[in-house]
């Protein structure tokens, strides 16, 4: 079993800068990409940065030149910072894990944090 715990979030003013952590624990038998997605009330939750395990990133448009999403194997932790923080960055923040659980290509799976909140406000 994989667990992730995302902390890090709080209440920021506009133009502000935070950084989520993500700390997993537990194993799995491959990690094909780890990232953060996020959800406003009301809102679907979509997708923010992902980065694989040979570090290639992905950003969505809304966050790009503002987040850098990094990890730290040896740690077993991913990060986001987050810079330049408008309003409608506020959402629920949650850590992902796509992988495998088995040798198999067909054994994937996907892991999920509960989620830190982060509020952009003055």
């Known amino acids: 079993q994989v667990q992730l715990v995302e902390s890090g979030g709080g209440l920021v003013q506009p133009g502000g800068s935070l950084r989520l952590s993500c700390a997993k624990s537990g194993s799995i038998f491959s990690i094909n990409h780890m990232g953060w997605y996020r959800q406003a009330p009301g809102k679907q939750r979509e997708l923010v940065a992902t980065?694989?395990?040979?570090?290639?990133?992905n950003y969505a448009d809304s966050v790009k030149s503002r987040f850098a999403i990094s990890r730290d194997n040896a740690k077993n932790t991913i990060y986001l910072q987050m810079n330049i923080l408008k309003p409608e960055d506020t959402a629920v923040y949650y850590c992902n894990v796509n992988g495998q659980y088995g040798s198999k290509w067909y054994q994937k799976t996907d892991y999920w944090g509960q989620g830190t909140q982060v509020t952009v406000s003055s």
């Open positions: 980065i694989t395990s040979d570090g290639s990133t």
